[in-house]
């Protein structure tokens, strides 16, 4: 299943504007205290990799979420479901079924927020090299 199927083409094509961006100099102190706040809550490895999880795979049971984030507690996973979700970068849909059947799926928010810092991945990959070798100079001191 592609993770993107349930987007409108408006909500790709503004997620992949704000993957190549780069912050204004003018900056709005708001926006500066909210990047902050969002920095903090995506830091969070959890985050990242729900984010990722849903990305690639769509809306998930929670069950499915918590095999896919490798090494996840419950607790925790449940903790960054909430948070995400109070962020508005997620849906929690409870089917009224027996037992209960509840899935997440990231909203227009949560998508263009992993687009943002796909540029990570793009940074980790182009710069592995010299990172490692600053770590072993640094190790060997």
């Known amino acids: 299943m592609n993770g993107l199927a349930h987007f409108t083409a408006e909500e790709i094509k503004k997620a992949r504007r704000y993957a190549i961006a780069t912050p204004p100099p003018d900056l709005d102190p708001r926006i500066g ?4 706040e969002l920095i903090g809550r995506v830091a969070d490895k959890w985050t990242m990799l ?3 999880v849903l990305t690639e795979h769509g809306e998930l049971r929670f069950t499915r979420l918590s095999e896919m984030v490798s090494g996840v507690s419950q607790k925790m996973l ?3 479901l ?3 979700e109070r962020d508005g970068l997620l849906v929690r849909t409870v089917h009224p079924v027996v037992p ?6 990231l909203t227009g928010l949560g998508l263009t927020l992993g687009a943002a810092f796909c540029g990570v991945w793009v940074w980790a990959s182009e710069n ?6 600053a770590r072993r100079t640094f190790d060997a001191r």
Not at 33 to 36: E, F, G, I, R, Y
Request: glycine residues 0%; hydrophobic residues 35%.
């Open 33 to 36: 205290a909210l990047v902050h």
């Open 82 to 84: 909430r948070h995400m």
């Open 50 to 52: 729900v984010l990722e």
């Open 78 to 80: 449940t903790q960054t």
């Open 128 to 133: 592995l090299d010299e990172v490692e070798q």
């Open 100 to 105: 209960p059947k509840v899935e997440y799926r």
